[in-house]
């Protein structure tokens, strides 16, 4: 009788051991799938974000001489009637802040992710770059604007670059 019960203790720790294991080795796999993740949406957003900068690029530039011709009265291919460039710049401006919302749900995705939170302190700031261009597009400085986002692609990249 004695004997049949030691055999089952050691049945019941080999079958614990095994769960521990699993159990460990699966929370490993979500936590570097979630890593995994964290990369994939900081590598979209960089690509979002140069795609609407390439095209940014023209789009301001073209506000900037509209503005500079309608101030000077002179006729040309380039001037817009005022109202018509005042809806291109809120569209510019709504655009810029749809990419500032994105900045702020990936910050703050990583900033309450357990597995991502060791890679936050090098996104950290990323929105408020977004929050700058938006007010500098608000002041009607576009190409200030333009110079916010591109630092915020550049803390992206290196957020990027901090992932082992």
Known sequence: MLLSSTAYSQTRKRSTAKRTS????????KQQAEIRAGRERIASQIKTLTQFLYLYASISKGIETAERVNR??????????????????????????????????LEASFRNNA????????????AKIGQTAESQAAANSFDQAGRSLIAAVNKLADALAAFR
């Open 22 to 29: 699993r159990a460990s080795t699966s929370f490993a796999e």
């Open 72 to 105: 000077s009265h002179e006729e040309s291919s380039v001037g817009l009637p005022p109202e018509q460039l005042e809806r291109n710049k809120a569209k510019v401006k709504d655009s810029i802040r749809n990419v500032r919302t994105g900045l702020d749900e």
């Open 115 to 126: 597995a991502l939170h060791a890679y936050y302190p090098s996104l950290a700031g990323v």
